[in-house]
C-alpha cells in the first residue's frame, strides 16, 4: 500500500526499530538511562550558553556614557599628532617612504592585524612599507574619511582607492598613538577590513560563548556530559555490551540511514519522491493501524458536531 503521504507511514514504526537495534547492542536500561541525561543536558547547555547572561554580566551593571566631541568647520586646530599621521598618509601615496617614516620615532613600533607581529623600530617599519608599496601600483591611494584626534592618540578610518575609484573592501580603521615630547608617531595599530567572507553575527555568538564560559567555567558541563553520551553509547568498548559504532556493517547502516530519513521527517520536509520501506510487512501493518486510527478519529470528531 502507497502511504498518504510519502514518509509519514515509516515515521510511525521507525523510533521503535532504531530503539529495539539501539537496546540489542547496548543494552536498553543503560540506553534511556544515557538518552534522559542526554537530552536534558543538551537543553540546559543550549539555554545556558546561548540564552543565560553572565552573572557577572548582570550584577551592577551601570550605564556608560560616551562624549563626542565635533568641531564645525576649522573651528578647532588639529594637533601635532594628527598632523604626523596626514604628513604619513600623504608621503604614502606619494611612495617617499623616506618621509613617511620621517614621522615616526626611532623606537616606533607598528602592527598590522593581516601579519603575525609587529615591525619594532624605524628601520624595520621602513622596509616593511617598501615591500608592501612594491606590491602595490601607484595609482593605489590611501584616503582618509575620518579623524579622531585625542591629543597624543589619533583614530583613523581610511579606504583604498584606484585612480580615484574606491576598492571594494579596502576599507580600515587605525589607531597612532605619538611622542607628548616630540610629536613623533611611536605606535601604529592597522586593521584592515575582513574580505571577502564576513562572519557578521555568528563572530558574535562565538564571542558571547567564549566570554560566558570565561565567566562562568560551569556553563561547560552540559556540553562535556553531551560529549561523554555520545562517547559512551557510541564509541565505547567494555563499558556497555555490544559492538561499537565503527564496528557496525554495512546493512545496519543502510537500516540506520533509512530509519532516519523517515524518523526525522526528512522525506517530507524534502518532498523527496520516496519513503524508505524497512521490513515491508510490518510497514504494511503499521499502516493499517494508523489509517484505522485516523478513520476513527475522523469518525468521533464528525459525531461530535
Not at 13 to 37: C, D, E, F
Not at 81 to 98: G, H, L, S, T
Not at 170 to 180: D, E, N, V, W
Not at 224 to 229: C, D, E, G, R
Request: charged share 20%.
Amino acid at each position: 500500500p502507497t502511504p498518504p503521504h510519502p514518509g509519514m507511514t515509516a515515521v510511525q514504526i521507525s523510533h521503535t526499530r532504531l530503539m529495539q537495534r539501539v537496546a540489542r547492542s547496548r543494552g536498553q536500561g543503560s540506553w534511556w538511562l544515557l538518552l534522559s541525561s542526554a537530552v536534558v543536558a543538551a537543553t540546559w547547555s543550549v539555554n545556558s550558553l546561548f540564552f543565560v547572561p553572565p552573572a557577572s554580566s548582570q550584577a551592577g551593571r551601570q550605564p556608560k556614557l560616551r562624549v563626542l566631541a565635533t568641531a564645525q568647520g576649522n573651528e578647532l586646530q588639529e594637533g601635532r599628532a594628527v598632523a604626523a599621521v596626514r604628513k604619513y598618509f600623504e608621503a604614502w601615496n606619494e611612495r617617499d617612504m623616506a618621509a613617511a617614516c620621517e614621522q615616526f620615532d626611532e623606537e616606533c613600533t607598528y602592527e598590522d592585524t593581516q601579519y603575525a607581529g609587529a615591525f619594532s623600530g624605524k628601520e624595520a617599519l621602513e622596509a616593511h612599507l617598501l615591500k608592501v608599496a612594491d606590491a602595490l601600483p601607484p595609482s593605489f591611494k590611501f584616503c582618509i574619511d575620518e579623524v579622531a584626534d585625542g591629543g597624543d592618540t589619533v583614530g583613523v578610518q581610511w579606504h583604498v582607492e584606484n585612480d580615484g575609484k574606491e576598492l571594494p573592501f579596502t576599507r580600515g580603521c587605525s589607531m597612532y598613538r605619538a611622542s607628548p615630547t616630540t610629536g613623533k608617531i611611536v605606535s601604529g595599530f592597522d586593521v584592515p577590513e575582513p574580505a571577502p567572507i564576513k562572519p557578521g553575527s555568528a563572530s558574535l555568538s562565538v564571542l558571547s560563548l567564549a566570554s560566558k564560559l570565561i565567566a562562568e567555567p560551569a556553563r561547560a558541563l552540559p556540553l562535556l556530559l553531551w560529549v561523554a553520551y555520545v562517547v559512551i553509547v557510541f564509541f565505547s568498548n567494555g563499558i556497555l555490551p555490544g559492538k561499537d559504532a565503527t564496528q557496525l556493517d554495512g546493512a545496519t547502516w543502510e537500516e540506520v540511514r533509512d530509519l532516519s530519513l523517515n524518523f526525522w521527517l526528512i522525506s517530507p520536509l524534502l518532498h523527496l519522491p520516496f519513503a524508505p520501506v524497512v521490513q515491508a510487512e510490518l510497514d504494511e501493518i503499521d499502516l493499517k493501524i494508523v489509517t484505522k486510527k485516523a478513520e476513527t478519529a475522523a469518525s468521533t470528531d464528525k459525531n461530535e458536531k
